[in-house]
């Protein structure tokens, strides 16, 4: 309590503090600061190009966001429950390859979707097995399968090879745009189904009984039991939902491309979905992590390898930046944690408001 | 008796707080070379920190520590180890993946040039050691750590603190996992370091084994030195009454409750841990369960909790037979537990007051998977106040409240859950004077309202003033319990050591 008699000093800044504090709390501290990460960059990238605020060049960055995002908002539900899953990028792989396969084959594009993503879910599945019932620490089951999965697609594409998909209804899920008229390119197809999953998956995350267990679960497991929560079922659940994302975006990848491809466009994209994941705010510990704070890291880094490419900057330095940012954002987010428990020890010494 | 010697140990005045505890006061006492002083005293009653102030894992408050001309007041682990003195752990730290001689000289390799590590060297010396102590031929110096029995853990734990340069060595419960022979083998060695003119503290529960290898007795109480006494003049009835006479100033006054509406019914439960274990609580009852530490107590709570798993035996709650194979099945079953560790298993300390104390009622507020945020306020609101959790808000995170509240947590969390028999290990440990007689308020007042308790508890005055039965469980087993009227602590305390029987 002692603290905030110290703001009836400067009335006015302390009204201002006081508002600041309501609008960061809301958002959530780490949030803010990518916000305004994304803002300062935003307007670094725009003062050196007249190209960044184009029609066409948000839809591009809309469009490049739809696979890894979806990918981000699956690994966001694992990270949180304090896992991880490194077999992603090969779902995806076996994903596109099934996709194509049920397109050509059976001519049945509404199939080929479903059978992705289910594909997914039966291999998301295979994890949660690998994890649960035989032991085997995530990072290593999924380390496993990272590799089997790749291996199948190669195993299922016919001679390994990627698969021509003329599908015109297909190709509206990777390169449709909705609400286009004049000069104004709309909205792309492939983004707005990551709207879609990122909303659903807030709701989930932040409402349901399911999501507040996975933050439980995530943050103790050994309290999360004890107070009645089945690890092994929200595990199921969890590695399901995360393959069923990432099976969905093996099918956008397919639509994309027009082709079922067992590793390109695929490749990495674990890497990436973690990355944007823990720039999002989550700990590798588990417990801390929401959808708005992924979503907003995975803006950020579409928005910073844009900029990069208007700016003509080499790949090469486009990857050390990303990493950099990585390094940065998540020091800020232990110097923050250090300093906050510091102040909570003082508080406490001085025999505070315990 | 070499009572003339110059002590090889002065300890004078100690004293040491921890947050709303005063754990020790004042002890005074000293060892002298080829002495052996027993430390005895109750759970809790100031031993274990008495042996980390003496090797400097805790630093003091008050008072000084001498040992053999050197001061050790405030110094790291490493100096008082230098200066003489080691401690022999109960359960000694052993390395898995390396030998039996790696392991007595670990951090202290004997080193040949270029920073090889002297192996021959290592394994001699460790060979002299074990024919020296008697302890020759009971272990293969080449066998991985992981290989080893507890009583051969408990000789590389020995060797590590008789390699070199001790003055004095402390033994905390060496006894608790050796057979009868292993204790006499280990007497034989305590005799050695007598003739050697080291000093030997000794410190364990078991009465008998004190009376038999100790030159002198020191007894601890809540912190305060209760006896010191030639162990030729004293007796085990005069030492348990030092070591519990004690006036119940503190305690809390019950006012009786009986019903007849059994809660829970235990029958022949056999585990791990459990040797026929058969009890009744009662709705409004209180029933406390003492013993030591290690005696099965928690391995009960866990196992009617279902988060450890019975061999055999029937649990009942109000007559029903229920199958209980994890805590879900518990909780539906109208079981709550407040664990004993209370950060590693009942918070989850990154995430908010309030869902943390709503955890376990997710369930019912929730309609078709999607919680209700207004239902969880008003659940969990009330419970708050009562309990008087001192929080800036119910999005707090829990981590960032004090040790009672956090506790208050977890009691609320199960309050919200309304169960029919409520656990509590050791609610008020590491719990501050003010909130533990709330926390003993609310245990009593639950009872009132028809809860049945089972309340596991360490400390004497707790256990007095708060159980209307109380059952005492030593090695696995129960005792018969005992009625409010009968139980004193000399009762609780016989049956806990395993001195009285049924």
Sequence with gaps: MSLTKNSNNSLSAGKFFKNVGRVTNYIGAENLSLIIALIVMVVLINSQTEYFFSGRNIFNIGQNMAVVGVIAVGMTFVIVSAGLDISVGSIAGCASVICALVVTQLGSVPGGVVLGITIGVALGMVNATIISILRVNPVVATLATFSAFRGVAFLIAPGGRSIGVLDPSLGYLGSGRLLQFGDFPGIPVAFMILVIVAVGAHFVMTSTVFG????????????ARLAGINLTKMRYAIYAIAGSLAGLAG?????????????????????EAI???????ALLAGGKGTIVGTMLAVLLLATLSNGMN???????YQLVAKGLLLVVAVAIGQWRMARSERIQAKVAAAGGDD | MTLKTTPILAVSGVGKSFPGVKALSNVSMDVHPGEVVAFVGENGAGKSTFLKILCAEYSLDEGNIDLDGVKLNHCTPLDARDAGLRLVRQEPEIIG????????FIGEYPRLSFGRVDFPGMRATVLELLERYGFAGMIDINALGRTLSPAQMHIVEILRALKDGVKLVAFDEPTSSLTSRE??????????????GLGVIYVSHRLHEVMEIADRVVVLKDGVLTGDLMIEDTSEPEIIKLMVGRELAHGFNREETTTTEVVLEVNNLHSQWHNDISFKIHAGEIVGFGGLVGAGRTELAKVLFGEYAKESGVIKISGEVKNIRNPSDAIAANIGL????????????????IENASMAVFSKLSRFGILRNRDMVTTVSPYIKQLEIKTPSLDQVVGKLSGGNQQKVVLARWLAAKPKLLILDEPTRAVDVGAKAEIYRLIDDLAKKGMAIMLISSEMPELLSMSDRIIVMCDGKISKPIEKIDATEEAIVNYALGTATN
């Design chain 2, 97 to 104: 993946d390396i030998s039996v001689a790696e392991n007595v």
């Design chain 1, 275 to 281: 990355t944007a994941v823990f720039l999002g705010g």
């Design chain 2, 183 to 196: 204790v006499d083998r280990l007497f034989g060695l305590i005799r050695i370091l007598k003739s050697e």
């Design chain 1, 310 to 316: 208007l700016l003509g900057i080499p790949t090469f």
């Design chain 1, 212 to 223: 507040r267990s996975i933050y439980s679960m995530g943050g103790n497991p050994v309290a």
């Design chain 1, 251 to 271: 099918v956008i990848v397919t639509a994309r491309t027009s082709s079922g491809q067992p590793a390109s466009g695929t490749q990495g994209l674990e890497l």
């Design chain 2, 338 to 353: 407040i664990p004993e560790d209370r950060k590693g298993e009942g918070l989850i300390l990154v995430r908010s007051l």
